[in-house]
């Protein structure tokens, strides 16, 4: 034990050591959410329906749009 005791800077190389891994996990577990992500995203870019239903939306929104500004017109 007093061995590891003797080398120079023993804490800073442990917290050093110990950050290392633990950032290696974080980032791991990053990468794993920034995948299901981007794999999300990949899903409503290709869906037919999700196209359909944002138009829909824009139509509606416009629709609304035109109307406000005839009423605000009076």
Excluded: W, Y
């Amino acid at each position: 034990m007093l061995a590891v005791c003797e080398v120079p800077r023993m804490p800073i190389r442990l917290r050093t050591f110990l950050f290392k891994e633990e950032f290696k996990e974080k980032v791991d577990a990053a990468m794993a959410d920034v995948n299901l992500f981007k794999k999300g995203c990949e899903t409503l870019k290709s869906s037919e329906s999700f196209k359909s239903f944002l138009a829909l939306a824009v139509g509606i929104s416009n629709a609304l749009n035109q109307v406000l500004d005839f009423l605000r017109e009076f």
